[in-house]
């Protein structure tokens, strides 16, 4: 499956309420099986809140978002007109939807690309209507007898109880789900990450696995360049470096708790893995979509796994190395096609300064990444997992980690099926 684009503007506009009105609107179902014009939203919110509006217009659109060369010409290909206006009904559509209560309004006016924000005005006309029916009921009533007036307002009060009772109890409960509750909690903030497949691909070209300290190191970019075997190469990894591409599969994941994360307390925020900084490890909780080629800050906890991930660079796969196997277990765990399955982890543990917590869900494959983020969000969590995951929610600095065999087919994973709970760190 194509790699689907991340496009995030600069960290400072992470809580612009405008950038958020547009995650919400990419990630609605209106835009659920639409690729192009997701990426064409997020695109020209992203180089306005910049301040780079001259940037927005056809060519670049074209370009960026919708695969055409540098020889692309707008004057004979009209591709970036017909999916602007597909953008401008998917927009429209959302508003007239599950967006009615949004504060704000998102227009791209015709003619061009840029967007609009504007307050949502209430029309004043329906108010109107509805006083001016009072003021002539008033004045009907205004012979009635005291009296009257208050037995009709003993009747108003019980409907309206009557009503809000029968809502309240109408309304469905939805239940707290265990792993959500960890980390989503009043003063603290959340971040869900998305692994970076540039870098992945980076790392396939030239034939390496990136280590935490060379992915920090002040010359990483230099150094990632002068490995490329020829100028052609060199060329192709400055490109993938220029771009933010995430898999589908996290993508789909990251939107969802994005989503889920707007029924708990504290803030959520959806970050690329190249905008992460070191330092927020120590204080932030963090949900990590991916491995460490995809997310090299995931060298940071590798030492505690007991299933930890391993690129074979010679044989060109990817495994689960299970420390101190003991007699009768497997000391490895991969992809295995002919079984169409693969496996997974899901791990808890504090973050550096055990102020909070990361969450990693990591698969051998993009199927195995997705099923996890889908375990996770079930709210009727496996038992073997309920006590950790409570002592993690009331702050006891519990370490979770998950060993799970899934099913590949047609490019989606089913079947989790949990082979291992590890309740303590390997060292």
């Known amino acids: ?106 227009t791209i006016p015709k003619g061009g690309y840029v967007p609009r924000f504007e307050p949502r005005v209430v029309t004043a006309r329906g108010e109107e209507q509805e006083h001016k029916a009072g003021q002539q009921m008033a004045a009907g009533m205004e012979a009635v007898h005291p009296w009257r007036w208050a037995l009709a307002g003993l009747a108003v009060g019980l409907l309206i109880a009557a009503c809000v009772g029968l809502v309240v109890w109408a309304r469905p409960i939805k239940p707290a789900n265990p792993f959500l509750s960890v980390l989503f909690r009043e003063g603290q903030e959340t971040n869900i990450v998305v692994a970076d497949s540039c870098l992945v691909a980076i790392q396939d070209l030239l034939k390496t696995d990136i280590t935490l300290d060379e992915y920090t190191a002040p010359e990483f970019h230099e150094n990632m360049l002068a490995r490329a075997p020829d100028p052609s190469m060199k060329a192709v990894v400055q490109k993938l470096f220029s771009r933010q591409y995430t898999s589908l599969g996290d993508l789909n994941i990251a939107s969802r708790l994005w989503r889920e994360a707007g029924g708990y307390p504290g803030a959520a925020r959806l970050r690329f893995a190249r905008h992460v900084g070191l330092r927020e490890f120590k204080t932030s909780n963090f949900i990590l979509l991916g491995s460490r080629r995809g997310i090299p800050w995931d060298g940071l906890f590798e030492t505690k796994l007991h299933f930890k991930p391993i690129w074979d660079a010679e044989r060109g796969r990817f495994f689960f190395r299970r420390q101190s196997a003991r007699a009768g277990e497997p000391a490895e765990y991969e992809t295995d096609g002919r079984k169409q399955e693969t496996f997974a982890t899901i791990v808890l543990m504090p973050n550096l300064d055990r102020s909070g917590y990361v969450l990693r869900l990591t698969g051998l494959t993009m199927e195995g990444t997705e099923a996890m983020g889908e375990l996770v969000l079930r709210s009727d969590a496996d038992p073997r997992l309920l006590g950790v995951l409570e002592k993690a929610r009331t702050g006891q600095g519990e370490f979770l980690e998950v060993l799970v065999r899934v099913s590949s087919v047609g490019g989606a994973g089913t079947a989790p099926q949990i082979l291992a709970v590890m309740t303590g760190p390997a060292s």
């Not at 020889?71 to 927009?91: C, M, T, W």
Request: net charge negative; proline share 6%.
């Open 1 to 106: 499956m194509a790699a689907h684009k991340l496009i995030l503007p600069p960290p400072e506009f992470s809580d612009d309420p405008r950038w958020a009105l547009v995650q919400r609107i990419a990630a609605s179902r209106h835009f659920a099986k639409a690729t192009q014009l997701h990426d064409f939203l997020l695109y020209i919110t992203a180089r306005s809140l910049e301040g780079r509006e001259d940037e927005v217009h056809e060519f670049n659109i074209g370009c960026a978002v919708l695969g055409r060369d540098e020889g692309f010409l707008p004057s004979e290909d009209n591709i970036v007109r017909v999916q602007a206006r597909h953008l401008r009904k998917k927009v429209e559509d959302y508003f007239s939807n599950e967006g009615q209560g949004e504060p704000l309004l998102l």
